[in-house]
């Protein structure tokens, strides 16, 4: 007898485009079962939405019937100034994949609070910290403009990029397997701000500038190393050992304070000087 693997080799989309005047909205939520969230920001006071229903089925009639199965809910709060939406598949076929992909293009101070189970999320040039989650899927954020509220991966790796903070900035970030590696590009010295980043098993990297001040804790507990490289004025603090570096980065205690909290259990955890 033989075992035969059903091939889901036919693709078909179907695609819808909302827009929104900005004006009374805060927030965009979005919870996905399964695809990729793309945005990207704009300067015309306008919430563009676009969503790809997308299903990978046996043929043409089975995919078909799975993109009707996909239900996309949008609901529009101009009293809480939110924008929610969700996805979910009315009825599974196990001969079917089904996904949503969102492209979104918002003013640059909407709240994101993204999450997706299965799949990537991508933002540039953000200016509010957003709350993002992924149980398989990479996240890249480039040019942000803001901290980070709260991201956390499962599976998924995490590349941020951040061109400015502003004082009293907050950069929270874990993972569970997937690696971490963020780059500040620009700190005005005369703010403060908190990095935070946690991860069990993936490794975590962070690029910051020379010119700033840098207060920093870096820890793994059994597998990996700690190392700290590139910098001139470093200071050693009451530990200095493989797997666990306290210590500072600077001399110029009138300037703002970067505070950098880094630890992974098995991965190794780095701090180098933004290239």
């Not at 993002?132 to 499962?154: F, P, V, Y």
Request: net charge negative; charged share 25%; proline share 1%.
């Amino acid at each position: 007898m033989l075992n035969c693997e059903v091939v889901a080799d036919t693709k078909l989309s179907e695609t819808h485009e909302k827009i929104y005047s900005a004006s009374g909205y805060q927030t965009i939520e979005i919870k996905n079962e399964a695809g990729n969230i793309q945005v990207e920001t704009n300067a015309i006071d306008s919430i563009y939405i676009e969503y790809d229903k997308i299903c990978y089925s046996t043929n043409d009639d089975e995919a078909l019937q799975g993109i009707k199965d996909i239900e996309v809910s949008i609901d529009c709060d101009s009293t809480e100034g939110v924008i929610s939406i969700s996805t979910f598949v009315e009825v599974i076929s196990d001969i079917n994949e089904y996904q949503v992909d969102f492209y979104l293009s918002i003013p640059e101070n909407i709240l994101c609070d993204l999450s997706n189970d299965i799949g990537e999320i991508k933002l540039n040039g953000l200016a509010n910290p957003p709350i993002l989650s992924t149980g398989s899927g990479d996240i890249t954020l480039e040019h942000m403009k803001c901290g980070i509220k709260k991201l956390n991966s499962r599976w998924g790796n995490i590349d941020c990029s951040i061109d400015t903070l502003c004082d009293s900035s907050k950069v929270v970030i874990s993972t569970v397997y997937g690696s971490q590696t963020i780059h500040i590009l620009s700190i005005d010295t005369t703010v403060n701000a908190d990095l935070n980043l946690t991860s069990q098993h993936g490794s975590i990297k962070t690029y910051l500038l020379e010119k700033s001040y840098i207060d920093f804790d870096l820890k793994t507990s059994s597998v990996g190393e700690v190392s700290v490289e590139g910098f001139d004025n470093i200071s050693h603090g009451e530990k200095w050992l493989k797997r666990h570096k306290i210590g500072t980065i600077g001399n110029n205690l009138k300037n703002g304070k970067f505070r950098l909290r880094a630890s992974s259990e098995t991965g190794n955890v780095k701090l180098r000087p933004v290239e």
